[in-house]
Structure formats: C-alpha cells, structure tokens
C-alpha cells in the first residue's frame, strides 16, 4: 500500500511526541521490494554524532551490499534524501531522531524526539515500527497537577517533556485581625474560599484531560489541598488518578517529570501484569485467548484478536510474501512464495504480527516477563469472539 499524502513529506523542526506519530499509518505501508529505510538514532549526548555517522556508514555499507543490483540504485537515492537531514544540529530537548524514507514511494517523514532510541537502521519493505511501539509503550502521556490551598500547576507530560497547560492561583486571607471578624467565621470564609479555589481547579483539570488523551493524572503538593481536590473530583476523573504524593509547589520540571515517570512505569507493568493473567486464565480454561505464532497470525488475520500479548524482548525470524502476506516463522524464506509465486523476504515475525495489529484495530500489550508467554514464543492474543 502506497503512503498517505501526510506522510509524503514530513519535517518536524520541533519536538514530536511518540504518541503524535501516526503508527497506525505507517503500518499500512508495504511494497513488494526493499524499498523503506527506517533510521532511529539517539542524539542526546555530545559523542553521539561520531558514533551516529559511524554507524549509519557500517550499515549504509552492510545494506547495499546486501541487495540485489536492482535494488542498489533506489536505496542510494534514499540515502541521498536521508543524509541531508540526519546530522543537522539538534534543537532544545532533543534526545534522538526517529526517520521513515523512501525515494520511489517519495516518502520522507523525520521526527525530532524527547526521548533517546537505541540506534537501528533497518530497509524492508514497510517502515519499521516496533523501536517505535515500545517507545510508546514506555512513555505514554500523562499528566501532572501541581497544587496547594492558593496555587496550582497542570503539566502534561509527553516524551519526558513537561508541558505547563494552565496555571492558577488565587488570594487567600492569611491572618485574622485583631477587632476584626470572629475566628470561628475568619476560618469559615478562609475555607470557603480555598473550596471554591478547587473547584475552579478541577473544572480546569476536566477540560485539559478531556482535550489530551492521557494515560492518566498524578496528584502532587504539599499540605492537604491534594488530597482534598481528589474527593472534589467526579467518580470518572477520579479513576484516572494515578497517584497522590508529596512534592513542593515550586518543584523543577526535571523532579516534577522524575516522580511522574516512577509512577506512570509502574502502572504501566501493572497493566501488562494483569494482560499477562488474564491470557494465561482464558488458555486455562478453553477461553478467548491463544497462544503462539501460528494461532495469533490466524487471529488476527481474521479480525477475531482484540489484544495482542507481546513479551517485550520477543524476536523470531522468518519471512513474509510480500504479495499476498503469508507470514512464516522459524524458515528460510523460498525463492518465491508457494502460494502465490510473489516475492519473500526474511522478517522478525514479531514486527509483521505487531504491525497486523495496527491494520486490523487490536490493542498491543508489551510484557516485561511472563512464564506462560515464554513458553510460547513470547506471542499470544486475548480474543474479541
């Protein structure tokens, strides 16, 4: 399938967060040659450009020699496109690059990032994505309020970078003068006040989360505010609060985003923890849920999976037809396919199945460890029927 209009020419002269790239998208890209190189290079300390143009050299090297003399011209021509953007000066809070392109599907698509990827270069015949989902896996958005009885800070962060979407603050009566109103009802305004402050702030909170699709919110303060505001939330917002814990008001981004990463993580592998049981209880019991290469592939080439289960580290070779799409795991590929006579390539299977995933609408699940999955192939699917 041919590259959408979108993704003909894109150059992010700002910071991309992970979750902006249009994933689903780029999987739906495939030829029947080599003919898309995927580039993602860590940029964030000083040695990383000697290291970065010695790197894409080797492999520049290793992959023209690798390919059939039809093929070499159309990949100098992407390196061509390539090289006039991969060593350009790295702009505020970029940790790598992440580059999709194509010189005869005229794809160019570059992605300046918060966050460092491993180093990879890889040509196949469709973008390589996975360094990308586990990237995303790892640093889904969240965000961060900030709070005490008179102020309040609503961050959201994406790729590890805060972003301060609203501040509030408000005046509060601070002493009680002598003469003045009775203690009692000093204490009772002073209270009302800090009441409507909140209220103001979790009106704030709603609209902003309503606006951004974060994973959820953390909490933080000094003092009772915050725990306050968590009972002011409705049933639904309060759902989504990650965690209440103690930060001062005045906290720098780099603690704010410290403290929320430790927290978003290990909800994250809480997540995938139930994931992980909930498979092994269905296979237990004869239920939704598969297991393997074999019946995962035919899962969701039917449209039947509606969760694939993916043990992080997972990597099997085989290959694909990359005509009609029949994917084989632990084989050498044949000169041609036996079903259709089309053209094979080796793959790592886990990439095409991930990839399958996006172009039917299942939701993928990465796990750091689990017996069960590992015991089969590291590969498995909750079902939808």
């Not at 005869?104 to 698509?109: R, V, Y």
């Not at 793959?347 to 017996?371: I, K, M, N, Q, S």
Request: glycine share 6%.
């Amino acid at each position: 399938m041919e590259p959408k209009e979108e993704f003909r020419r894109v150059e992010e002269m700002n910071l991309t967060p992970v979750t902006e790239i249009d994933i689903r998208g780029l999987a739906e890209i495939y030829d029947d040659f080599d003919v898309y190189l995927s580039v993602y290079l860590p940029t964030a300390s000083k040695d990383d450009e000697a290291k970065n143009r010695a790197f894409v050299d080797g492999r520049k090297r290793a992959i023209e020699a690798a390919l059939p003399q039809e093929q070499k011209e159309s990949f100098r021509e992407t390196m061509a496109i390539v090289d006039d953007h991969l060593f350009e000066k790295p702009i505020p809070g970029e940790r790598g690059w992440i580059v999709f392109a194509s010189a005869p599907a005229t794809l160019l698509a570059v992605y300046r990032v918060g966050i460092e990827p491993a180093r990879a270069m890889v040509l196949d015949t469709s973008p390589f994505l996975l360094p990308l989902a586990k990237l995303r896996d790892d640093y889904s958005d969240y965000g961060v309020l900030l709070l005490d009885s008179k102020e309040a800070r609503l961050f959201c962060v994406r790729s590890d970078v805060p972003v301060e979407m609203s501040h509030l603050s408000t005046d509060l009566m601070n002493k009680h003068k002598k003469g003045g109103w009775s203690q009692m009802r000093f204490n009772r305004l002073r209270k009302g006040a800090i009441k409507s402050f909140l209220s103001e702030v979790v009106e704030d909170v709603q609209d902003s989360c309503s606006r951004y699709k974060t994973r959820g919110i953390v909490v933080a303060g000094p003092g009772d505010a915050k725990h306050q505001l968590v009972e002011m939330l409705p049933a639904e917002m309060g759902k989504r609060v990650l965690a209440v814990v103690d930060l001062p008001i005045d906290a720098p981004e780099k603690e704010i985003v410290e403290v929320g990463d430790e927290i978003v993580l290990a909800d994250e592998r809480a997540r995938s923890t139930e994931r992980a049981e909930e498979l092994r209880a269905e296979i237990l019991k004869g239920g939704l849920a598969v297991l393997g290469v074999e019946a995962t592939k035919e899962a969701l080439g039917a449209g039947r999976a509606s969760v694939l289960v993916l043990l992080k580290d997972a990597s099997i070779p085989g290959w694909i037809c990359e005509r009609c799409q029949i994917i084989e795991a632990r084989k050498r590929p044949p000169d041609t396919c036996p079903t259709c006579g089309g053209p094979t390539s080796p793959v790592d299977v886990v990439e095409e199945l991930y990839e399958l995933a996006e172009r039917t609408g299942a939701e993928v699940e990465f796990v750091e460890e689990d017996t069960c999955l590992a015991s089969s192939e590291g590969v498995g699917a909750l079902l939808r029927y």
